[in-house]
């Protein structure tokens, strides 16, 4: 009895709170899905569809429907075998419902099921239950049609044979829970983008998408597989050859199969993209699967390269001249795939790398030998990246020397801060001196720093890594972040928790901001990946009126807060002060020169370096106040087909994309 009276209070054996079912999910849906805002949302509709890829991979899926209704809810419809509705051995209750309810249920765990899975934990479709309002589930198996509807993960109904059918397959309908999730609205490119992806992936399968909102539809069907991924991949790159395909299965001692799938392809560009994938999971940090591609990759070229007498003597070439100009996809399907940490992001069975090298070595040289012309293309551009990387090597050299002279001191112009734990620090990129002085001023000197930016930077895209480290600014950026670069990068000695790009919201600051993020995207991509890249968002328009000032960041915000001064201008005046008292005054009452009839006086920023520090400080650099987006990858390849895009040697692509994004563009400053 001592003992319970020494404890704190209000920490008893009460406390301990256990929470059943898919309440756990409800509690905290970020620890399942990653977050509550669009991401998080969007989630769901993979969640569910790779239950359907899943089919696909047994070999029973070969058309998947995706509809985003006009209702605000997504449904997803497979023909593959159904999920079971009988009932179930242990629970006692219809399979499907237990599928539904219960986390850590589901085929994957039986190998007899699911030979490949990506969905590894049973806990997809459960999750997309609990945080649905409503959720409806129709399946067609043993000649009959059973449909059972939730709410909030709970059945509202037992399973109910509503019809008979010849088909089998399952279909699932969910609104996403409006007490959750801070945006409803799905954006039917960022649901396409991934569904275009799988079906390059699964060359067997058809992937349809219908927006109900706009009559938008798509139908993804490769039957090229990874060939045709690649060709997408360079669609505005200029190939030297083309694509090798490499495939092979290798069966283990004990019979246990891993699938190997590899498709490459060189172009006249200087930048690698190697795009992962594990059971169609996208590997982003890549992994053994990777690493034995491409020691096989170096091995094998350089064997050809050797018994054809293409090199000096006593001369080879190196991995990083063969990675110059290569598009390369790579899909392996593992039984047990162990992923590092809880991402899936990187691969760690060590035995897929010795599989995955074996494989290429062989199909990759068939491939030479009955292609030697585009063997000899490859060949001349690896040895004419070894030349330029040997200059690149030199200017690196002389950057370090120059370092050591002056002590590794920082640029110049960089305005450090006090605190050296980079957990605690950030800083930003500003576009232009005037900016970087108010940034300067109006800062946290304690754990914010500044590096004002001249100009337009060098478009790294189109250009190698000698002429990369000539240009002024890029070198600046690499030694104020101090993470190094090239060959040498390591992003855990960045010397900041967070790397903020700062631009005006004009068209050339958004030209400045791309520029910016190539740079990232093809050199420093590990930072994009940790999560310490965000772009800033400063206001576009001040409003103000009498000793009142608000700040908008868009035409919504700005009328929603005109409206907002009226009415509150309304309501005071509709309150009249008591007889004989002075009435007080407003701070709404002073009219500006140049103010509407009504006395508010908007103002359009045309850049960061209109605002004064104390402005730019309260609207943007202000932790408690600003507004950062965070910059992710969440689809490699489509990000690399972007990039190249917008960034690459063909204009008619870069006008295509315009016109088709025009729609979405929210503040054009022209």
């Not at 991401?39 to 899943?54: A, K, T, Y």
């Not at 539904?100 to 479709?125: E, I, P, Q, R, W």
């Not at 993470?483 to 958004?510: E, H, N, Q, T, W």
């Not at 009126?545 to 509150?568: D, F, H, L, P, S």
């Amino acid at each position: 009895m001592q003992e319970e009276e020494n404890v704190k209070p209000g920490y008893t054996a009460d406390s301990i709170k256990v929470l059943e079912g898919l309440e756990a999910v409800r509690k905290r849906p970020a620890m399942y899905i990653g977050d509550i805002g669009e991401r998080g949302l969007h989630h769901l509709v993979q969640e569910v569809v790779d239950n359907s890829i899943d089919e696909a991979l047994a070999g029973f899926c070969t058309n998947i429907h995706v509809i985003l209704h006009s209702d605000g809810s997504c449904s997803v419809k497979d023909d593959g075998r159904g999920i079971p509705t009988g009932p179930h051995p242990v629970k006692k209750i219809s399979a499907l419902e237990v599928v539904m309810c219960t986390l850590h249920a589901g085929g994957k765990f039986d190998k007899n099921t699911y030979k490949v899975s990506g969905g590894l934990h049973g806990v997809g479709v459960s999750c997309v239950n609990a945080l649905s309002s409503k959720l409806i589930v129709t399946v067609e198996r043993d000649g009959k049609i059973s449909q059972q509807e939730y709410a909030a993960g709970d059945p509202v109904s037992s399973v109910q044979v509503i019809g008979e059918s010849t088909k089998t397959g399952t279909h699932i309908r969910f609104w996403p829970d409006a007490t959750i999730f801070k945006t409803l609205e799905y954006r039917f490119l960022k649901v396409s983008d991934r569904l275009r992806e799988l079906a390059f992936l699964n060359p067997n399968l058809t992937i349809h998408i219908e927006d109900e909102r706009d009559g938008e539809k798509e139908v993804f069907a490769f039957r090229g597989g990874l060939v045709d991924f690649v060709r997408y991949i360079d669609a505005n790159a200029t190939p030297i050859m083309k694509p090798f395909m490499m495939s092979a299965t290798h069966t283990s001692e004990q019979g246990v199969e891993t699938q190997v799938e590899v498709c490459l392809q060189y172009n006249t560009s200087y930048s690698e993209t190697v795009l992962s994938y594990v059971n169609n999971i996208n590997t982003v940090e890549g992994g053994t699967h990777v690493s034995g591609f491409r020691s096989a990759l170096t091995r094998t070229l350089n064997a050809y390269a050797t018994a054809n007498n293409m090199m000096k003597k006593d001369t080879s070439l190196s991995g990083d001249d063969f990675r110059e100009g290569l598009t390369s996809v790579i899909s392996v399907k593992v039984a047990e795939p162990q992923f590092e940490g809880q991402t899936k992001t990187k691969l760690g069975n060590g035995e897929i790398d010795g599989i995955v090298r074996s494989i290429v070595n062989e199909e990759l040289a068939k491939c030479l030998d009955q292609n030697p012309g585009a063997a000899k293309h490859i060949i001349e551009k690896a040895v004419q990246a070894a030349e330029a990387r040997a200059a690149a090597r030199k200017a690196k050299d002389l950057i370090r020397r120059k370092n050591a002279l002056e002590g590794m001191s920082l640029p110049g112009k960089l305005a450090d801060c006090s605190l050296r734990t980079p957990e605690d620090t950030e800083i930003y990129l500003v576009e232009g001196d005037s900016a970087g002085g108010s940034a300067k001023q109006g800062r946290d000197r304690r754990f914010q720093a500044i590096l004002p930016l001249k100009g337009k930077i060098l478009n790294v895209h189109k250009a190698r890594l000698t002429k990369v480290l000539e240009n002024e600014e890029v070198r600046t950026i690499f030694t104020a972040i101090g993470a190094g670069f090239g060959d040498d990068f390591d992003a855990s000695k960045a010397r900041y928790g967070k790397i903020i790009l700062m631009a005006d919201a004009d068209v050339d600051g958004s030209h400045i901001r791309t520029l910016l993020l190539t740079l990232f995207f093809k050199h420093m991509s590990e930072l994009i990946n940790a999560g310490k890249l965000y772009i800033a968002q400063p206001p576009l328009y001040k409003i103000k009126k009498g000793k009142m000032e608000q700040y908008a960041y868009n035409e919504e915000e700005r009328e929603e807060i005109v409206a907002r001064i009226r009415k509150e201008k309304a309501d005071r005046k509709a309150s009249k002060a008591k007889p004989g008292e002075e009435p007080a005054e407003d701070p709404l009452d002073t009219v500006e020169e140049g103010a509407s009839a009504d006395g508010i006086l908007i103002s359009r920023f045309k850049g960061l370096g209109e605002m004064n520090p104390d402005q730019l400080w309260a609207t943007t650099m202000n932790p408690e106040t600003r507004t950062l987006l965070q910059v992710s990858i969440e689809n490699a390849a489509e990000a690399t087909h972007i990039f190249e895009t917008l960034m690459g040697e063909n204009v008619e692509p870069r006008r295509q994309f315009i016109e088709r994004n025009a729609q979405y563009v929210k503040n054009l400053d022209v």
